[in-house]
């Protein structure tokens, strides 16, 4: 059985940095494809980032040059390390586990089997 368990957020000034981690048990990070979502109040889903099985990554537009997925075959785990953040990225982040080893449809939540139970990320002054 697939868990994930996210850990990492917290509070931080505009321009500061939060690094988030999800620790995966029952299935293997670089054999998969990973990614990050991400939930504000009243807002859908949305896909921020995802690492292939092979280490390549993805990210949307929004997050592009602050934010690095990485994975860490060492802890079986995945990392976002978000800098520069900004008021619009207050939200609660997810990890979750996708069915293959590349991310074809990264963007979908659908494509995702299993789900971390979020880390809450607020960037306030």
């Known amino acids: 059985q697939v868990q994930l368990v996210e850990s990492g957020g ?3 000034q505009p321009g500061g940095s939060l690094r988030l981690s999800c620790t995966a048990s029952g299935v293997t990070v ?3 494809c990973m990614a990050w979502f991400r939930q504000a109040p009243e807002k859908e889903r ?3 980032a995802a690492i292939s099985g092979s280490g390549g990554t993805y ?3 929004s997050v592009k040059g602050r ?3 990485s994975q ?3 802890k079986n ?3 976002l390390q978000m800098d520069t953040l900004e008021a619009e990225d207050t939200a609660m982040y997810y990890c979750a586990v996708g069915d293959g080893y590349y991310c074809r449809e990264w963007r979908n939540p659908s494509a995702f089997r299993s789900w971390g ?3 809450q990320v607020t960037v306030s002054s």
């Open 30 to 32: 670089d054999i998969t």
């Open 46 to 48: 949305e896909a921020i």
């Open 59 to 61: 990210y949307t537009q």
């Open 10 to 12: 917290g509070t931080v």
């Open 67 to 69: 934010f690095r997925v």
């Open 117 to 119: 139970q979020g880390t």
């Open 77 to 79: 785990s995945v990392s």
């Open 72 to 74: 860490d075959t060492a």
